[in-house]
């Protein structure tokens, strides 16, 4: 297998250099009309997913807290089947004994008994409402992933169907822009990628059209066009900072010996 050359390995001149970098943004920018045609979409798709993530948390933890009441109404019907047990066997005591302290002592045992079955079958009352309403909270949930499901599938398939028509040309173009690259050594790339990454339009290379920077308009001066032709130096538009380069198509401009 051919190992691949680093422009380390090549002495390539800078005016090389600089026109590789114009031909690789020619390369980027094919790309980026390639992706508008994506639009919204990818970002529509990663919402939906945080979304649906997001639902189902939700949804787990609503289950966990309607598991949880579940078992505090056991526990509390637990309570009640005891304090009934205690109240008969303290009236059987009560049949039996020998004195009213006794028998007032027995009767707030009771009392105390009959306040825990209150009590408990108010707590039961209330988890019940609770109950009924996270039920609810979790019936809306559900529908509102089925939907968002639905919307994802939709949105995944036509996204699916522009890379699948796209992936050809994309691939392509992603060869070819390494083949630039190759020409270009990494302290001018990162230039490239950090004014790329600012511009909105992603254009970090422009010509010089009509005595002007094709990216801001602004009127660049005649020796600084002769500068840009000669292709000796990497030359930036003192406006918007993007990278100058000649019009090859209007010219075709040789490199001075």
């Given at each position: 297998?051919?190992?691949?050359?680093?422009?380390?390995?090549?002495?390539?001149?800078?005016?090389?250099?600089?026109?590789?970098?114009?031909?690789?943004?020619?390369?980027?920018?094919?790309?980026?009309?390639?992706?508008?045609?994506?639009?919204?979409?990818?970002?529509?798709?990663?919402?939906?997913?945080?979304?649906?993530?997001?639902?189902?948390?939700?949804?787990?933890?609503?289950?966990?807290?309607?598991?949880?009441?579940?078992?505090?109404?056991?526990?509390?019907?637990?309570?009640?089947?005891?304090?009934?047990?205690?109240?008969?066997?303290?009236?059987?005591?009560?049949?039996?004994?020998?004195?009213?302290?006794?028998?007032?002592?027995?009767?707030?045992?009771?009392?105390y008994q009959q306040l825990e079955i209150?009590?408990?079958?108010?707590?039961?009352?209330?988890?019940?409402?609770?109950?009924?309403?996270?039920?609810?909270?979790?019936?809306?949930?559900?529908?509102?992933?089925?939907?968002?499901?639905?919307?994802?599938?939709?949105?995944?398939?036509?996204?699916?169907?522009?890379?699948?028509?796209?992936?050809?040309?994309?691939?392509?173009?992603?060869?070819?822009?390494?083949?630039?690259?190759?020409?270009?050594?990494?302290?001018?790339?990162?230039?490239?990628?950090?004014?790329?990454?600012?511009?909105?339009?992603?254009?970090?290379?422009?010509?010089?059209?009509?005595?002007?920077?094709?990216?801001?308009?602004?009127?660049?001066?005649?020796?600084?066009?002769?500068?840009?032709?000669?292709?000796?130096?990497?030359?930036?538009?003192?406006?918007?900072?993007?990278?100058?380069?000649?019009?090859?198509?209007?010219?075709?401009?040789?490199?001075?010996?």
């Open positions: 297998m051919a190992t691949k050359k680093k422009t380390s390995e090549v002495d390539y001149s800078m005016y090389e250099k600089i026109m590789a970098l114009y031909d690789l943004q020619k390369i980027d920018s094919q790309i980026d009309e390639i992706n508008k045609v994506k639009g919204e979409l990818p970002l529509e798709v990663q919402d939906l997913e945080d979304e649906l993530a997001g639902l189902n948390t939700r949804i787990a933890n609503i289950n966990a807290e309607i598991e949880e009441l579940n078992t505090l109404t056991k526990q509390r019907k637990r309570e009640i089947d005891q304090a009934q047990i205690q109240i008969a066997k303290y009236g059987e005591q009560q049949n039996n004994v020998r004195n009213n302290r006794e028998f007032d002592a027995i009767s707030k045992e009771i009392e209150t009590l408990a079958e108010k707590r039961l009352k209330e988890y019940a409402a609770a109950i009924k309403a996270k039920r609810a909270t979790l019936e809306s949930t559900e529908a509102q992933v089925a939907e968002r499901n639905v919307d994802l599938t939709a949105k995944k398939g036509e996204l699916e169907s522009i890379e699948s028509e796209t992936e050809a040309q994309v691939k392509d173009l992603t060869a070819q822009a390494e083949v630039a690259k190759e020409k270009i050594d990494e302290r001018l790339l990162s230039a490239y990628e950090r004014i790329r990454s600012k511009v909105h339009n992603g254009l970090a290379v422009v010509t010089v059209k009509r005595d002007a920077c094709s990216g801001c308009f602004n009127r660049i001066p005649p020796q600084r066009q002769v500068d840009i032709r000669q292709g000796k130096k990497l030359i930036v538009c003192e406006y918007c900072g993007r990278i100058l380069v000649p019009d090859t198509e209007a010219e075709q401009p040789q490199p001075e010996e």
